[in-house]
């Protein structure tokens, strides 16, 4: 197994990519400005639960397929393209619902689930993992399988440790807005806009 510096490096290089702005942790914010910290926080469990998939797809190597196939790349990438655009389309069409408590209910399943398709049909997470994972695996030190699954672990934590604090400090600022009709319609714009934002991103990613 890597060495228990090496595996603590590599936690503080998995939280500061975490912290460095990207799709994920902007759909985590969007969602729990406009939901809550409840809803944030599902959608950084399922966003974990995608890290796990793309994990196991590391060390088999699928995420090696999906890199050499661009047939694969570009399918991937339009289906998460496409779903963003859906979730920018429900925004945008989303109505202010003020509430005096702190935040509205919300959907668990249907919030974790957005959590996994989001990360799942990013295909630059596989790429991701496939090029950092092995950096910090030492063949010398014992079979890489079991390494990789660790080193996998270990983003996973250090992602839901940065995500949840930022479903906590967006979700506060949200709170406050969602009182206000005017705000939520704000709230719901801008999450519609970033949504957008990120399926453009997406769609114009090359391999």
Known sequence: MPELNNILLFFAASAL???SPGPDNLFVMAQSAQYGR????LVTLGLSTGLVVHTI?????LAALVKASAIAFTVLKFIGAAYLLYLAWKAFRSGASVRSGS???VDCVRLYRRGII???SN???SLFFLAFLPQFADPARGPVVPQLMLLGLVFIA?????FGMLSILAAGAGDRLRRSETAQNVINRIAGAVFAALAVKLILTER
């Open 158 to 162: 250090a992602t839901m440790l940065v």
């Open 57 to 61: 797809a590391v060390v088999f190597g």
């Open 123 to 125: 295909p630059k997470v």
């Open 103 to 105: 935040s509205a209910p």
């Open 17 to 19: 990519l975490a912290l």
């Open 118 to 120: 989001m990360n799942l």
């Open 38 to 41: 409840v809803a944030g926080l």
